[in-house]
């Protein structure tokens, strides 16, 4: 009843026009609002993606790394357990280190990871190798897979037509207690293979190795590793398989989880979206000014109209209840309004990109969306409660008008 009181006063002509424009504003500023909160919110959605599945590239699901210092011992019936844990589909045995890399003149410092055969299965990296091959050879005979940032600062050559040159590695040596800096140090060989590009933060950083020759340079026991990279199985909860394989390795090592490995990356990516979102919310919050206005004049509009339902027997909470039924209906007209033009335009930016990434420097060149229920819904109930806010003063005033009819 109170919704076909509220449908006949938003369409019945008023003897002010404004009072139907200000309305329609209303209506429009809130569809305008919600549009630009689920597309904006769809697109924050896209570029949130794209940003974890590069991430998802190189790091894995799992990795144990040692609770103290940058080693650890993990033996031949440790390691033979944890490959036998049902959820663990494979898993690769890291060294890592800072090194300094030097070809001729041109050097850069960049972390050295030292990677077994199992890391193709675990990793995503050879996958983005895009210059040369994924291959880094064998403990005699090492190979580097760089990243691309990497491989401009130190001019690496992948074409087979010029000879490949030779590079060189400096690497500090484990447990070295000679009083010599440089006798600290180890230099070793090894020639380019290939290069990836996943981020850029990855591409200017590491680079590839075998791990025999890491863990020969650096003075490593056989046992020794500065990580344990795991990939799981399809539908198995790394939080229950974190838990798992920290009381089957022992305090002495740091199990973490892809989130965990990434924690500010995460945590800055859902701080952006919820500031997105109540700078959004603002465009709303302004939206309802209108429609305090547009009530307010429609209660004046219809004073004779509520005292004719005073005299026939409705009270207070009745007169409350329709008004506020008023303005919840121009929030959800416009707040179904905005969502369905959204829907459209994200729809038509999925088929055809027809919004372009402006520099041409990304690895995609138009905005990214993804469309997800919660954000609808959130969007929905942020307008419908800003909306009832928003009516709740006017209908409050419609409310208590005192009864005259003459």
């Keep these: 009843m109170y919704l076909t009181f509220a449908w006949r006063y938003f369409k019945a002509k008023k003897s002010t026009n404004a009072i139907n424009l200000i309305a329609w504003i209303t209506v429009g500023i809130i569809a305008i609002a919600t549009c630009c909160q689920v597309v904006v919110l769809s697109v924050f959605n896209g570029f949130e993606g794209l940003v974890k599945s590069l991430y998802?590239?190189?790091?894995?699901?799992?990795?144990?790394?040692?609770?103290?210092?940058?080693?650890?011992?993990?033996?031949?019936?440790?390691?033979?357990?944890?490959?036998?844990?049902?959820?663990?589909?494979?898993?690769?045995?890291?060294?890592?280190?800072?090194?300094?890399?030097?070809?001729?003149?041109?050097?850069?410092?960049?972390?050295?990871?030292?990677?077994?055969?199992?890391?193709?299965?675990?990793?995503?990296?050879?996958?983005?190798?895009?210059?040369?091959?994924?291959?880094?050879?064998?403990?005699?005979?090492?190979?580097?897979?760089?990243?691309?940032?990497?491989?401009?600062?130190?001019?690496?050559?992948?074409?087979?037509?010029?000879?490949?040159?030779?590079?060189?590695?400096?690497?500090?040596?484990?447990?070295?207690?000679?009083?010599?800096?440089?006798?600290?140090?180890?230099?070793?060989?090894?020639?380019?293979?290939?290069?990836?590009?996943?981020?850029?933060?990855?591409?200017?950083?590491?680079?590839?190795t075998n791990i025999g020759f890491v863990k020969q340079q650096m003075g490593f026991t056989a046992d020794e590793y500065s990580a344990v990279e795991i990939k799981l199985k399809p539908n198995t909860d790394p939080k229950e398989e974190k838990t798992r394989l920290a009381s089957l390795l022992g305090n002495k090592y740091k199990v973490l989880t892809k989130y965990e490995q990434n924690t500010s990356l995460y945590n800055t990516m859902k701080l952006e979206k919820w500031a997105i979102y109540a700078v959004l919310t603002l465009i709303l919050i302004i939206a309802a000014f209108n429609m305090v206005s547009a009530l307010t004049m429609l209660v004046l509009e219809k004073r004779k109209d509520i005292s004719v339902l005073q005299s026939m027997g409705a009270g207070k909470k009745s007169i409350l209840k329709i008004f506020l039924s008023e303005g919840l209906l121009l929030g959800s007209i416009g707040t179904i309004t905005g969502i369905v033009l959204s829907v459209i335009i994200c729809v038509l930016q999925l088929k055809f990109k027809l919004i372009k990434l402006a520099g041409g420097s990304f690895l995609i060149d138009y905005f990214p969306v993804k469309l997800i229920a919660t954000d609808f819904l959130l969007v929905a109930v942020t307008a419908t409660v800003i909306a009832f806010f928003a009516a709740w003063f006017p209908a409050r005033k419609a409310s208590r008008q005192p009864f005259e009819l003459r």
């Design 56 to 208: 998802s590239s190189f790091y894995t699901e799992i990795k144990v790394l040692p609770a103290t210092g940058k080693t650890f011992i993990l033996t031949a019936d440790q390691i033979s357990s944890l490959s036998k844990q049902p959820a663990v589909a494979n898993f690769s045995m890291i060294a890592e280190e800072k090194a300094l890399l030097k070809n001729y003149d041109a050097q850069t410092v960049i972390y050295l990871k030292g990677v077994d055969e199992n890391y193709i299965h675990v990793s995503g990296v050879a996958e983005k190798t895009n210059r040369g091959k994924f291959n880094t050879g064998t403990t005699e005979e090492p190979l580097l897979v760089a990243g691309s940032g990497i491989q401009n600062a130190t001019a690496m050559n992948f074409d087979p037509a010029f000879p490949t040159d030779e590079l060189t590695v400096i690497l500090p040596k484990r447990n070295s207690r000679n009083n010599d800096p440089l006798q600290s140090l180890s230099e070793g060989f090894i020639k380019p293979s290939g290069s990836f590009t996943i981020q850029q933060e990855f591409d200017d950083k590491y680079a590839i």
